[in-house]
């Protein structure tokens, strides 16, 4: 297995290690060990094939360095990350989109809560980028009955 090393892929790696030991994201996905849970997380992109719910991260499409005075770099750091449950078809809206929403919101409470702990991301605020979503009624046939957000990490550091 190759180890995370410097400036791609150690954010990346903190942010899953985080994640993985998150005891929200743990119980929202049925996984109860850091172990387990780290099954549901993906880098870059979704398998086709993948239990519900997961996460995805990936960077933020604006993350880029540029050299400033004396020839050090400064880096924009950001990371995103793609949250995804399944609903069935006959699950009430509303109860759905609040489940998902107060999941969502109890990971991020632990990852914010876990900020400063060593091995893991040094997050220094997040936002939401796209979502709360269900996809449009009449695309969810092929696109499959889901909520997903997109929140965007900012970090400091490598």
Known sequence: MTSPLGMMS????YLREMLANSSA????????TPTLAKARIHVARTPESSDKPLAVIGFASDWSRRQEEQGLFFQENGLELLLQASVTSSDDEIDSAFEFMNNVGAVMTDLEESV???GYLN??????????????INEEQTAGYTYTVILRINYDGN
């Open 116 to 118: 400063g702990t060593a």
């Open 123 to 136: 997050m220094i605020d997040w936002s939401i980028e796209e979502g709360p979503y269900r996809p449009d």
């Open 10 to 13: 150690l954010p990346i790696s």
């Open 25 to 32: 994201f743990q119980t929202w996905t049925g996984q109860g």
